[in-house]
């Protein structure tokens, strides 16, 4: 029986692989760092002529497009009527423009306190119904656009939302 010899290849220099792996590596993450890069600025640009075109539009004397305020939630306890209820409610209120959410989250100690005190005021029974939200949702208003400190710093809340209304 005769031997074949096996053909040999080369041995290749360790150093040489890692050195290639360490090059593909480096290209690859600067090309990955100057795609993110670009990506931003480019995104950035967007949201800048986004804003100068709602900029534009509302100089033009078109409609402003609407501001909304979420509040944290309330958790209340209801008057008693047969049994004692629980109130937790989730809002958030559309004001007109940035002035008065700015002006809403300033005096935001003041209005979660008002907003407390008309809530745990109602009654299960009335604000179950669709008409009673809606009365509620009016009165909000009102305890928001109240007079702060003998000035009405908040005067344009258009509406609240009610995201969460549970009552137990």
Do not use: W
């Not at 008309?118 to 928001?144: F, H, P, R």
């Amino acid at each position: 029986m005769s031997q074949i010899p096996e053909p040999t290849t080369p041995k290749k220099s360790k150093k040489k692989l890692i050195i290639i792996v360490s090059i593909v590596l480096a290209l690859a993450i600067a090309g990955a760092a100057a795609y993110f890069l670009l990506l931003s600025k480019g995104s950035a640009s967007h949201k800048e002529a986004k804003t100068e075109i709602v900029e534009e539009k509302t100089k033009e004397g078109e409609e402003e497009l609407p501001i909304f305020v979420a509040l944290e939630t309330f958790t209340v306890n209801l008057q008693p009527y047969t049994s004692e209820k629980f109130l937790q409610v989730s809002m958030t209120l559309q004001v007109r423009n940035q002035k008065e959410a700015e002006a809403i989250k300033n005096y935001m100690p003041l209005i979660r306190d008002r907003i407390n005190i008309l809530l745990s005021s109602q009654n299960a029974d009335e604000i179950t119904l669709a008409e009673g939200k809606n009365m509620l949702a009016k009165k909000i208003i009102e305890q928001v656009t109240a007079p702060i400190s003998g000035k009405s710093a908040i005067k344009n809340v258009s509406h609240v939302m009610f995201t969460s209304f549970i009552i137990q």
